[in-house]
């Protein structure tokens, strides 16, 4: 309820009432007039409450009336009374309505009761209630009302002392408050203060308003009294202590710093009043020496005074807080002295004081910076901050130095004393194992012997002091042991806590700053207001020195685990802080100590000393000596928690980590992983550090870099404690974070880092040459670690890194080369599969900048190494295979860089790799990299180490070949898109475009490049792969060569084909014919491949057979070149090299690829379907229609797509030829060409030899002529038109002379059938065929031809010849075998050569004359060459001999032939009679008949009877062909042939025997079916009815004179023989002979009768009758048949018994 409202006034009044109507009643007695006064003031009240409506004011205005009763009370001293009366004026003060009177009035009534000793509490209550109520009170009053309250501070009685002080305190409290109320009031008024002189009178305050002015004038009075002068003011004053005023002066500048710094008059007052009292009362602290005697000083010395020193502390900190800004001169010299006060020869009370006002200061980072700024920045001006810090650091070196710091004998005792006890054991820290007796549990600092506990002195950040605030103590107290020590190491904290987070609050605004900047003027670059850094760089550079030392001597000292802790985290922020602004020198000492705190203490100064001063270090190799469990020294401090091998170039035995160590270590990690931005260089230290201690804790890299703990490598292992083993995986883990935060550093710290893990990695290499022991990889593995963490930057530092990496990857030491390259080649996978952005696909340049390493690797020579590489490329195909793009040329580059001398699983993992590209990403790729597949599945196939993967490369060639065909289309735009861009640039750069092949485009270009490679492995060394890559290269043209364009199969006839035909047929002729031991011991060779020549046969085989199989199914296309004619010369000439090698398997060859390229028939020309159009094309059907074929091809998409494309890459080869343009084809230069091939290579291999047998070694085999002469036939068909006879004479000369050439024994049985009767072998079947040919073209043919008729009989005659008399062939003895069957082949030796089979050939010919001779019998060529004569000569051999010849098939083939030719030729020949062309035959077929018919040679005895009567009809069909053919047209035929003929006829008659028949068979043997026949003939033309010429005439007689003589012979032998035979009867045939003689006679008879008398000539009568008389003679036979033939031959001879008139008129006419 508020003083104001109705109910408060209410009660006011009624209290008011109460308190008079009380005051009454005790005064009724005594004091009247009190009464009175009381009484009317009850009525006053009254008269006031119902008078005003303000009833306060209206109090207010009267209240010294109402006042008075109660003053009047007062001054009655009655306690009572009093009582009474103060409480009742207290209300109305309360009340606020006292007026300045009445207030005056009741403060002069109050100091009669002071000055009566009476009610002194109530007294100084109701000045505190009159004073805080209202402002009534001010200027005298005011001090008369402060004066009463410090009067009542000095009297005898305790409380009211102390309650007068506390009155006091609260009252110069609200005289400053009224002041800083009265300047709210009047804070808008702005007014202009006169100009205040420097000398003015102390009392010129005019200008102030009135509180101000109370305070002013109260402040200067108390600076008076603690001067121990008079005040001004606060008059009557008794007495008054220094102690208290100090206080309230302290508390004064405390609470209203405002006041002094908005008012001049007071800002005077602190300078002029305060700052020399200050420095005059602090005159005895100076000047006191401790332990100086006063004897000896010549004035003595005033001794401090601990409650004035203590409080003038207190107002020094006060000021310098506060009013620095005013004081700047007066606090520097503040702040000189507290730092003089600091010195050891200071009391310890006064040093502790000193350091708790230090803290103070420690704990206002920005006061320090003003310091800075103020004095450290200024020239010629005390460094006093550098000082203060300075003054810390040595104060607590002093600590550990000065003996009575800390008493050595006392702390032996206590750590003796507690070794052994409970404290001992209960050791702090945790995981502890067993502790030494020397550790105590009370956290302290340890140096040399002095030990000093550490308390608790305040919280962090805020300096609450003990001492400063011992206000009631006036002796110096005594200073636990180790306290300044704790508030020392508390400030030291709070400093730089203070210092650092200042500057790092104000450098992250002003970072924010410049990110604003940046936003809105993105194109200027940010400027920092100067001067700001300059202050900040200033404040470290003068306390760094100080704070390292101190911190160091802490570090070292320091035995508790939080204040190791607290340490470090202030070494840390100061070297983070040292980074942020950029001076390393500081940043580098700081981390150094660090960096030696981690390490053992000898350790750690070699290594960093050095790294310090030289931070490219010393080479410090790894000694792995064995290690023992070492109880920790003597002098040592700290739990031993590790024992493990150092990393140094000398022996060092082992090293201790303590927990101190490791405790530094984890804050050297969490420097690197919070402040990596800031290490720059000294990253150097740092991981130098990291890498001792890794290597002594004996953590080994693992699977991505990442530290685990391993097993040392050599001696026994490392020693941890199980606190430490515990520790180990946190500390692994800090350590991979601690470069997982390097993505978080900006790109000039990654570069210090990546520069520091490279130096540190060169320095590990250097210690690891020479020797094989366990490498330092720490280096190694955390550049792997940094990398994979920066991927979405990796190309600022991939250079540098992989630079490295690469040259780790060289070190001879197998370890540290097997992590250098399982870095590498984990960065690169990984770069590869990051998703960088851009994505690769779209930055080339960043793939191929991360594949670049990896090509790198090639050059590396260690097999591993390459392993490693080549697996990684096999794992980036298999995941990024497809995103690959530009880097193919990179990966394709590495796979390929296989050496012969790498070995077998290099090659065979490279390989693994190759077949996987093929398989799975030929599409993938650009198609400018085919060319690079090419090239290395090419290296693969040349490579020697393996042979299967030679011959798998050159299957995946043919891959590649068919996804060009497959993809051509694609592939050719692509590459014709690139070889623009190409061509664009060169001629920018004024070049010629350089590529192989290049005039042919680009897709031909490929497919050069992949026959060129696979022209190459045509003639590698090895069997196999020539086999294997020449059918690869031949199919690959075969199939696809329609792909190319037309001027490229130039290239391809020229550069490819013909190029290897040369290098095959070189290689085989100069080939080894040493025989090839079987290779490998368990693989058998063939003996037709035991020579390296006779592998290259195979080779060359093939090759010829290739290209000419290409030169056939091309060659519309290949006759569109120009020089189509020099290629078929050279084909030409390399097939008839092959021909003629002395290999037979070459040689046979080359005549098959000469048929081939000769059976060229032209294509179907109206080709209903695409197929025939194909095929004609040499397209494999395969690809002709895909859903019909069931090949095993890849069927394609569409089948019109291929039709569409052939036609356009190669319309030549659809589109048939015009009809009648064949010849343009068919160009007779070619085929004239061959001929000449033909009949060079036919005539050098049928020559026969000249020397003596013995020297030749090579004759042609029986298949090759075969093929020779099989290819005449085709060949002709194309030459015929200008075949000449010269032509066929040298045809005849090879035909002979292949027939000639003998066979091997050996070879027979395979060159012979294996049926049973005798054939012609297929080489005599071949010249017959061509033979054949010859003649039915000239048969068709033009008639200048036929004169070639005579020429083929001539051939084949001598064929038939060889029925007799086989061929010879050069002096070669040959054993002849006339008629082999199969099985009498194995009678001949061995080794000799034989002539076959020449009978069926003769005869087969022979069979050919006689059907050519029927047709061309009347060929004019044929009269004129006197074929017909030719033909009867020749068969004269075979019917001479007879029984004679080598097969008795042949005289019968013979004389049957002779019977057909006559049968034809004699007609002709009658018919050009006159023309004499026949003459010379006649005596020829005279000679036949007589040397067949009365051969000389004799029939083999072993003939049958039916052989013999076979051959009887034989001779009678001859006879008979006389009769018929020859002797009925006696007229056309010289008379000579004839009566040769009649002669022949006559001896043919007349039965001649031989001795040698047995009885039985002589009637058979006797040719008696032949004289009769011949008897017969003679008859029948004996003479003839109708003689139409003279020459039948003739003939008649011819045969009658014969008959007739021979009649006479026969009849007169045997009457002869009749007679001596007696009564035996003659033999059969005699008897039969003579039968037909007589009938013969009558038949003659019997035709002379008919004849005209005229036609018989005189002479034959003569004869005729002459046989009378032995006919008459043979009447006495005995034979009955005899007899009566007897009857009839003499019965016609009737009609001749006439006068012999008639006979003179028959002489007559």
């Not at 002194?120 to 004066?147: C, G, R, Y």
């Not at 089948?1199 to 030829?1217: F, H, I, K, M, W």
């Not at 007689?1597 to 035979?1621: F, G, H, P, T």
């Not at 034979?1679 to 012999?1700: T, Y």
Request: proline letters at 6%; glycine letters at 6%.
């Amino acid at each position: 309820m508020s003083t104001s409202s109705p109910e408060a006034v209410k009660k006011l009044l009624e209290n008011m009432q109460t308190d008079l109507r009380s005051l009454s009643m005790e005064c009724k007695k005594k004091f009247p007039p009190v009464k009175e006064a009381a009484e009317s003031g009850i009525v006053k009240i009254k008269t006031i409450a119902a008078r005003n409506t303000e009833i306060l004011a209206a109090l207010k205005e009267n209240s010294s009336e109402v006042v008075q009763p109660f003053l009047m009370g007062c001054g009655t001293k009655e306690p009572k009374i009093t009582q009474l009366c103060l409480a009742a004026i207290q209300r109305l003060m309360s009340h606020e309505v006292v007026s300045e009177a009445a207030a005056g009035n009741i403060i002069n009534m109050l100091w009669q009761l002071m000055e009566n000793g009476l009610e002194e509490l109530k007294l100084l209550q109701t000045v505190l209630v009159l004073l805080t109520t209202n402002t009534v009170v001010h200027d005298e009053v005011l001090s008369k009302a402060i004066v009463l309250c410090f009067r009542l501070h000095f009297t005898k009685d305790n409380i009211t002392n102390n309650t007068a002080a506390a009155t006091v305190r609260q009252v110069v409290t609200v005289v400053f408050e009224r002041m800083v109320a009265e300047d709210e009031r009047f804070k808008g008024i702005v007014e202009q203060p006169p100009s205040v002189q420097g000398n003015t009178n102390r009392r010129s305050v005019s200008t102030l308003r009135p509180s101000a002015k109370d305070a002013y004038m109260l402040f200067q009075d108390l600076c008076q009294l603690v001067n121990a002068d008079a005040p001004y003011w606060l008059v009557g004053m008794t007495e008054m202590t220094r102690t208290f005023v100090l206080e309230l002066l302290e508390s004064v500048l405390n609470d209203f710093p405002g006041v002094f710094l908005q008012h001049q008059e007071f800002s005077f007052l602190l300078k002029e009043r305060v700052c020399p009292l200050v420095i005059k009362l602090f005159s005895p602290n100076i000047k006191f020496r401790q332990g100086s005697s006063s004897t000896a000083s010549p004035a003595p010395v005033e001794k401090p005074y601990f409650p004035i020193c203590m409080r003038l502390l207190r107002v020094v900190s006060v000021l310098i807080k506060h009013f620095y800004s005013l004081l700047v001169t007066e606090c520097e010299i503040f702040l000189s002295l507290l730092v003089k006060f600091l010195d050891g020869e200071k009391p310890q009370w006064l040093r502790a004081v000193a350091v708790e006002s230090v803290h103070r200061l420690c704990v206002q980072p920005h006061l320090l910076r003003s310091f800075c700024q103020s004095y450290d920045m200024k020239q010629h001006s005390t460094k006093v901050f550098r000082d203060i810090v300075n003054a810390l650091g040595s104060f607590i070196q002093s600590l550990f130095i000065v003996p009575n710091a800390g008493n050595p004998a006392v702390v032996g005792a206590l750590a003796g004393g507690s070794g052994s006890g409970a404290q001992g054991a209960a050791q702090g820290g945790p995981g502890t194992g067993g502790v030494s007796g020397n550790l105590t549990s009370q956290a302290a600092f340890e140096y040399r012997g002095t030990w000093i506990p550490l308390m608790t002195v305040s919280v962090q950040g805020s300096a609450k002091a003990t001492y400063l605030e011992m206000l009631d103590k006036v002796e110096p107290p005594s200073i636990p042991e180790g306290y300044a020590m704790s508030v020392a190491f508390s400030a030291l904290l709070d400093l730089v806590r203070g210092i650092t987070t200042m500057i790092e609050r104000e450098l992250a605004v002003e970072e924010e700053a410049a990110a604003e900047f940046r936003e809105t003027h993105p194109d200027q670059g940010w400027q920092p207001p100067p001067g700001v850094h300059l202050v900040w760089e200033e404040m470290v550079s003068a306390c760094w020195c100080g704070l390292l030392a101190a911190l160091s001597l802490l570090l070292d000292a320091s035995t508790d685990e939080t204040a190791t802790e607290n340490i470090l985290k202030a070494e840390l922020t100061m070297a983070s802080l040292c980074g942020r602004l950029g001076m390393v020198t500081p940043r580098d000492a700081f981390i150094t100590a660090i960096c030696k705190a981690s390490l053992p203490p000898h350790y750690a100064l070699t290594v960093l000393s050095s790294n310090a001063a030289n931070l490219s270090g010393k080479a410090y190799s790894i000694q792995g000596h064995s290690v023992q469990i070492i109880s920790p020294s003597s002098e040592s401090h700290q739990q031993v928690v590790a024992v493990g091998q150092p990393l140094t170039s000398q022996p060092q035995g082992t090293v201790m980590l303590t927990a101190k160590n490791i405790q530094c270590m984890r804050t050297l990690l969490n420097l690197a992983h919070c402040h990596g931005a800031v290490l720059g260089t000294s990253w150097q230290l740092v991981l130098a550090t990291l890498q001792h201690l890794v290597w002594i804790l004996g953590l080994k890299p693992g699977l991505g870099g990442a530290l685990k703990p391993g097993r040392a490598v050599e001696g026994p292992s490392t020693v941890l404690t199980t606190a430490v083993m515990t520790d180990l995986p946190v500390i692994a883990n800090i350590l991979s974070r601690l470069f997982e935060s390097s993505q978080y550093l900006d790109d000039v710290s990654l570069h210090h880092l990546i520069n520091a893990l490279c130096s540190l990695s060169l320095e590990a290499m250097e210690m690891a040459y020479g020797n094989n022991k366990e490498p330092s990889l720490f280096a190694v593995a955390k550049l792997l670690e940094t990398g994979l963490v920066n991927m979405d930057r990796i190309e600022i530092l991939w250079r540098p890194l992989t630079g490295h990496l690469l040259e780790v990857c060289q070190h001879p030491n197998s370890r540290m080369r097997e992590w250098g390259a399982e870095a590498l080649t984990a960065l690169i996978k990984a770069g590869l599969a990051y998703k960088h952005d851009p994505p690769l696909a779209q930055n080339q340049r960043l793939q191929l900048l991360l594949l670049n390493p990896l090509k790198e690797l090639s050059n590396v020579l260690h097999a591993d190494i390459r392993q490693k590489q080549l697996e990684s490329v096999l794992q980036i195909l298999q995941s990024q295979g497809d995103s690959l793009g530009p880097g193919w040329p990179l990966v394709l580059g590495v796979i390929g860089a296989i050496r012969n001398d790498q070995g077998e699983s290099l090659i065979r993992t490279a390989f693994q790799c190759l077949q996987l590209v093929v398989t799975d990403f030929l599409p993938t790729m650009p198609c400018t990299c085919l060319q690079i597949v090419v090239d290395v599945a090419g290296s693969f196939g040349l490579q020697n180490q393996e042979l299967n993967i030679s011959l798998t490369s050159i299957g995946l060639l043919w891959n590649i070949s068919d996804y060009f065909f497959q993809r051509g289309e694609a592939i050719t735009q692509e590459l014709e898109r690139e070889e623009e861009a190409l061509q664009k640039q060169a001629k920018e750069k004024g070049e010629t475009l350089n590529r192989p092949f290049h005039p042919a485009p680009p897709f031909d270009c490929l497919w050069l490049c992949l026959y060129a490679k696979l022209g190459e492995l045509c003639v590698d060394p090895r069997p196999a792969v020539r086999k294997s890559a020449g059918q690869t290269l031949f199919s690959t043209i075969a199939a696809h060569g329609t792909l190319l364009q037309q001027p490229t199969w130039h290239v391809v006839v020229w550069k490819v084909l013909f190029h290897l035909l040369d290098c095959v047929r070189t290689s085989s002729t100069t080939a080894d014919k040493e025989k090839i031991e079987s290779g490998g011991g368990n693989i058998l060779i063939h003996h037709s491949r035991d020579t390296a020549e006779k592998q290259w046969a195979e080779t060359w085989v093939l090759t010829l057979a290739g290209v000419a199989r290409i030169f056939n199914t091309r060659r519309y296309l290949l006759q569109q070149l120009g020089d189509f004619f020099e290629a078929w010369e050279v084909l030409l000439n390399h097939i008839q090299s092959a021909a003629l090698s002395k290999n037979n398997e070459v040689s046979l060859a080359a005549l098959k690829s000469f048929q081939e390229i000769l059976q060229i028939g032209t294509p179907v020309k109206d080709s209903d379907k695409a197929g025939d159009a194909f095929a004609a094309m040499g397209v494999p059907p395969v690809l002709i229609d895909p859903l019909s074929a069931s090949g095993p091809g890849r069927p394609l998409v569409r089948s019109d797509s291929l039709v569409e494309r052939l036609t356009r890459y190669n319309g030549a080869e659809l589109q048939a030829p015009p009809p009648g343009e064949e010849s343009a084809l068919e160009d007779s230069a070619l085929w004239w060409s061959a001929w000449n091939t033909w009949y060079r290579t036919g005539t050098d291999s049928t020559r026969p030899p000249s020397g003596p047998a013995e020297k030749f070694s090579f004759i042609p085999s029986q298949p090759f002529l075969t093929a020779l002469i099989q290819i005449f036939p085709a060949l002709y068909q194309h030459i015929k038109s200008n075949f000449s006879m010269e032509d066929l004479k040298k045809l005849g000369v090879i035909l002979h002379g292949a027939v000639s050439v003998p066979i091997s024994s050996d070879a027979s049985p395979f060159i012979l059938p294996s049926f049973t009767e005798a054939v012609l072998t297929s080489l005599q079947e071949a010249v017959l065929t061509s033979l054949d040919v010859l003649q039915k073209a000239i048969c068709v043919g033009p008639e200048n031809l036929q004169v070639m008729y005579p020429a083929i009989f001539e051939q084949l005659l001598l064929f038939v010849e060889f029925s007799c008399k086989p061929p010879q062939y050069g002096r070669m003895e040959t054993k002849h075998v006339a008629n082999a069957k199969y099985n009498q082949i194995q009678l001949f030796a061995p080794a000799e050569w034989v002539a076959l089979n020449y009978v069926p050939f003769a005869e087969r010919s022979l069979e050919v004359v006689v059907e050519l001779y029927h047709k061309t019998a009347c060929h004019k060529a044929v009269i004129n060459e006197k074929v017909l004569q030719n033909i009867i000569k020749t068969l004269r051999m075979p019917l001479g001999l007879k029984y004679a010849c080598p097969s008795e098939s042949t005289w019968k083939l013979a004389v049957a032939s002779l019977l057909k030719v006559l049968s034809i030729g004699l007609p002709v020949a009658r018919q050009h009679a006159s023309s004499g062309k026949f003459d010379t035959m006649w005596p020829e077929l005279a000679n036949a008949f007589e040397d067949f018919l009365f051969t000389k040679s004799t029939p083999p005895d072993n003939v049958s009877i039916q052989e013999f009567q076979k051959n009887e009809a034989v001779d009678v069909e001859v006879v008979q062909l006389i009769s018929t053919e020859i002797l009925p047209f006696a007229n056309f035929i010289p008379k000579d042939f004839v009566s040769q003929i009649m002669t022949m006829l006559n001896r043919g008659s007349i039965h001649s025997q031989s001795a040698s028949f047995t009885e039985a068979e002589i009637d058979v043997r006797m040719r008696e079916e032949f004289s009769k026949v011949c008897f017969e003939t003679l008859l029948q033309f004996s003479f003839s009815n109708k003689v139409s010429t003279p020459q039948e005439g003739y003939i008649s007689r011819m045969a009658l004179s014969v008959l007739l003589k021979r009649s006479q012979d026969v009849l007169r032998r045997y009457v002869e023989d009749e007679r001596l035979s007696g009564r035996c009867p003659l033999p059969r045939q005699q008897v039969t002979e003579i039968i037909f003689v007589l009938k013969a006679i009558s038949t003659l008879m019997d035709s002379l009768k008919k004849t005209q008398p005229e036609n018989v000539d005189g002479n034959t009568w003569a004869q005729v009758i002459a046989l009378y008389p032995t006919l008459v003679e043979c009447i006495t036979c005995s034979s009955s048949e005899v007899s009566s033939a007897l009857k009839e031959a003499l019965g016609p001879f009737k009609d001749f018994m006439q006068p012999p008139l008639i006979k003179v008129q028959n002489g007559e006419s």
